[in-house]
């Protein structure tokens, strides 16, 4: 499917939202690298970071509910879903790469800035070559309106697949509820309006920096302002390496960092598991939970302090996993089994990944 022309059927819609998806997807590892390597994770530059992470996990939630209202299926388990850094942002123009490294005045400026930039009024929308993802959702939104008009695309908008229950997404600190969250999706206003939470909470429109009524919740692009020009400062930050991989570390340092790619590829299998008919869809967004903070999070820390030469500490690789013909859950669970014996201060870590 190329992307050169404005959307006008029903596949080229799915197909542009399989790729909104992909993108939000894509930019949470830079962003959690980030937020990792600040030592003080109360500070509020770790904070503001973390709630940008919580955002676009919603709103990769948002655009699957919107490709199910219109016929889609979303496969999360995919392993062309999980980007190899360093990676460049589809059909973003100019070329956009997205690296994981430590947290920076720089890194924000060149790179998180980049992607949340706000929408210009005279951007016309533009699935294909955009300049900023306002743009992009612009045209999904126009391309819903043109193809509306002439399919019943929300015939059958599986709504017994969607992630609909507002109570599944909490807004953290820095984030507010009436800034928008999860709905159901079934005709062309509560689509629109799904595209609306996204493009306000992240880069926002024009120059307007509040994402909600109240003005109590920044954009992802005015939170990512106050780190850059320091009004949130960043700290001190771990000397971790840039785009790491894990054959390249030493061999603690490597049972570590698969342990937190094969959590990480898990994190994927339980959202296309969330969004399957007749799931079981409370356990499934707690152990979607539990993965991010009590696997993920303590995982990423620890690869933080070790060494792996030259002054620098290992990071999470977030390269995808392969847990072969093996069971999933029964993998990881034998890898943090095999990690915590390894290292007694990530038994804590195991007894996470046993009870998810």
């Not at 490709?67 to 889609?72: F, I, K, S």
């Not at 819903?144 to 969607?162: G, K």
Request: aromatic residues 8%; negative net charge.
């Amino acid at each position: 499917m190329h992307f050169d022309m404005p959307i006008t059927t029903p596949e080229e819609l799915r197909t542009h939202l399989e790729l909104a998806i992909a993108v939000e997807l894509s930019t949470v590892p830079p962003y959690l690298y980030a937020m990792y390597s600040i030592e003080d994770q109360s500070s509020e530059s770790a904070l503001l970071i973390r709630s940008v992470v919580a955002e676009e996990m919603l709103h990769a939630a948002l655009a699957a509910n919107l490709l199910l209202a219109v016929g889609g299926n979303p496969d999360f388990t995919s392993a062309d879903l999980v980007p190899v850094y360093p990676f460049d942002l589809p059909h973003h123009t100019p070329k956009l790469t997205l690296n994981i490294k430590p947290c920076s005045e720089q890194q924000v400026k060149e790179l998180f800035l980049v992607i949340e930039q706000p929408e210009v009024h005279s951007a016309p929308p533009d699935g294909d070559i955009y300049t900023s993802l306002g743009q992009f959702y612009h045209a999904i939104e126009k391309g819903l309106a043109r193809v509306a008009d002439s399919h019943d695309i929300f015939a059958n908008p599986q709504t017994e697949r969607q992630m609909s229950d507002a109570s599944y997404y909490q807004p953290v600190e820095f984030d507010a509820e009436d800034s928008g969250g999860l709905l159901l999706i079934d005709n062309i206003e509560s689509a629109n309006e799904a595209i609306h939470i996204i493009v306000h909470q992240g880069e926002g429109v024009s120059d307007e920096k509040w994402a909600d009524p109240l003005h109590q919740e920044l954009t992802h692009y005015h939170k990512f302002l106050q780190i850059a020009d320091g009004t949130a400062p960043i700290g001190k930050v771990a000397p971790a390496l840039v785009n790491p991989k894990t054959d390249e570390f030493p061999p603690v340092a490597r049972d570590v960092s698969n342990l937190f790619n094969a959590a990480y590829r898990y994190v994927y299998m339980t959202m296309d598991e969330i969004f399957q008919a007749n799931s079981n869809r409370g356990a499934l967004v707690r152990r979607l939970y539990g993965l991010m903070s009590n696997v993920l999070s303590p995982l990423a820390h620890h690869l933080m302090t070790l060494p792996v030469g030259e002054g620098y500490v290992a990071g999470p690789t977030f390269e995808v996993y392969d847990f072969g013909d093996s069971d999933p859950w029964d993998h990881l669970t034998a890898l943090a089994a095999h990690v915590a014996e390894e290292i007694p201060s990530l038994h804590p870590v195991a007894e996470a990944v046993a009870k998810l």
